[in-house]
């Protein structure tokens, strides 16, 4: 079975610091990875992911994510934060070979930014 | 906007009662997927529709059924509601039905309330 696992249910950052949030998974499998963000009162939004090519995944709105099977996980960063960053952010993976895309999401992040 | 429709954005019953969601996937998308989201569970997966078929079943409760009819749309039905069912429901759609990378696409869900 699949799982993930995000540190932190809440992080607060500075604008303008570095943005890093945790995501490490359990799978049994070589997994497809995604981060997801969520603004209040709206759906999930795909920021990137991870299908077996380059380790390191550039997403949208400046965000990146780097897999790293051997500590298996797959955290999101961003250089610099954003007023406009703040929201709950999902990490989620999915077994390729199943033949669906049920995804497996971890607890969430809610991010601060603080002016 | 991700291109899929869910309708009602808010839905208030009493328990016991029985609700239907409704689910439109982006144009061309064949694949439905319907989420749960809870403040103690957290997103969970509850079932899978490729096609008007059912693809994948999750932590979907015997009182809940789906459906996908031939326009591709699909509902969720819940019935014998509880307080305990009071929860963002999710829709996501995807072109395909699991193998390959294309990811979900989410719905701005709607919001069940149990009284």
């Known amino acids: 079975a699949q799982s993930v696992t995000q540190l932190g249910s809440h992080v607060s950052v500075s604008e303008g610091a570095l943005v890093l949030l945790r995501c490490n998974y359990s799978?049994?499998?070589?997994?497809?990875l995604f981060w997801y963000v969520q603004y209040p009162n709206q759906g999930l939004q795909l920021l990137l992911k991870y299908t077996s090519a380059a380790t390191l995944v550039k997403g949208i709105n400046g965000f990146e994510a780097e897999f790293k099977k051997s500590e298996t996980s797959f955290h999101l960063t961003k250089p610099s934060a954003h007023m406009s960053d703040a929201a709950e952010y999902f990490c989620?993976?999915?077994?390729?070979?199943?033949?669906?895309?049920?995804?497996?999401f971890g607890k969430g992040t809610k991010l601060s930014v603080i002016p | 906007d991700s291109g899929v429709t869910q309708t009602p954005k808010h839905l208030i019953t009493a328990t016991g009662q029985r609700v239907t969601l409704r689910c439109s996937p982006r144009?061309?998308?064949?694949?439905v997927y319907w989420y749960q989201q809870s403040l103690d569970q957290g997103l969970q997966f509850l079932i899978q529709?490729?096609?008007?078929?059912?693809?994948a079943k999750g932590n979907i409760l015997e009182r809940f059924s789906a459906q996908q009819f031939p326009d591709l749309h699909s509902e969720l039905n819940l019935s014998s509601l509880e307080l305990g069912d009071s929860a963002l429901y999710f829709c996501?759609?995807?072109?395909?039905?699991?193998?390959?990378?294309?990811?979900?696409?989410f719905g701005n869900g709607t919001r069940l309330t149990v009284t």
């Open positions: 799978s049994s499998v070589p997994p497809y």
């Open positions: 996501a759609s995807s072109v395909g039905g699991g193998r390959g990378n294309s990811p979900l696409h």
């Open positions: 529709y490729y096609n008007g078929e059912e693809r």
């Open positions: 144009s061309g998308d064949l694949s």
């Open positions: 989620a993976v999915s077994d390729p070979g199943a033949g669906s895309y049920q995804l497996t």
